[in-house]
């Protein structure tokens, strides 16, 4: 059964712990993508990969890091240095960068 | 900066009644469109899409959108909404950013 999947559905930690995201593909696509979902904003775009060892900047990469060494693998860290990280986080995937995305079921983290 | 306006923030319908969400973009050159759509509870997923070719284009559902180049708009319609269109739809707009642009989104509840 192919797809996204995204680990935990709900995540707490502290103020000031770092945290790490997890998203898997068994798609076979080649780009990845994640995103932040608050209300009334829609989604944007934190970091992106086109491909396994790349991985670039979106509009609101600040206080994320991210890691692409396996091709099924796109896990996000929320650093402490991100000012709001309480949000609604969805990874996407798709065959080739900004072709159709296809998203995981998203991670709420709240950061208390 | 290239943007992605949906204006209709919360749109309350009857069952049977029709549908017309607006979605409006800002960049002038070509575009690639997309209309997601997320259910209570579901992954976001791909409503239909627009690359280029006839500009009504019919999605899944029931649903269509119509490309109007001169207007820079990609509004998203259905006839006559069901109880299970209750979702929210996020319009999204690839254009010289190379970058997925997604709008702030329109809730909308379906009442029977």
């Known amino acids: 059964d192919g797809g996204i999947t995204q680990s935990p559905k709900y995540l707490f930690r502290k103020e000031g712990q770092n945290v790490t995201l997890s998203c898997e593909q068994n798609?076979?696509?080649?780009?990845m993508y994640w995103y932040r979902q608050d209300p009334g904003q829609g989604l944007r775009l934190i970091y992106y990969?086109?491909?396994?060892?790349?991985?670039q900047k979106g509009d609101i990469a600040e206080g994320y890091s991210v890691s692409r060494e396996k091709k099924e693998s796109f896990p996000l860290t929320v650093t402490s240095a991100q000012k709001n990280p309480t949000a609604f986080y969805l990874c996407?995937?798709?065959?080739?960068?900004?072709?159709?995305?296809?998203f995981g079921p998203g991670t709420r983290l709240t950061v208390l | 900066a290239q943007s992605v306006s949906q204006h209709n923030h919360h749109v309350i319908l009857s069952e049977a009644a029709s549908l017309e969400l607006g979605c409006n973009y800002s960049?002038?050159?070509?575009?690639?469109l997309f209309w997601y759509v997320q259910y209570p509870g579901q992954h976001l997923q791909l409503l239909l899409k627009?690359?280029?070719?006839?500009?009504l284009v019919k999605g899944i559902k029931g649903f269509e959108a119509e490309f109007i180049k001169s207007k820079f708009s990609f509004n998203l319609r259905k006839p006559s909404v069901q109880w299970s269109d209750t979702a929210e739809y996020f319009c999204?707009?690839?254009?010289?950013?190379?970058?997925?642009?997604f709008g702030t989104g329109t809730r909308l509840q379906v009442f029977p």
């Open positions: 996407a995937s798709s065959i080739e960068v900004w072709g159709e995305q296809f």
């Open positions: 798609l076979n696509h080649d780009a």
């Open positions: 990969s086109q491909i396994v060892n790349d991985f």
């Open positions: 960049y002038g050159g070509t575009v690639n």
């Open positions: 627009y690359f280029s070719g006839d500009p």
């Open positions: 999204a707009v690839i254009g010289n950013t190379d970058k997925l642009i």
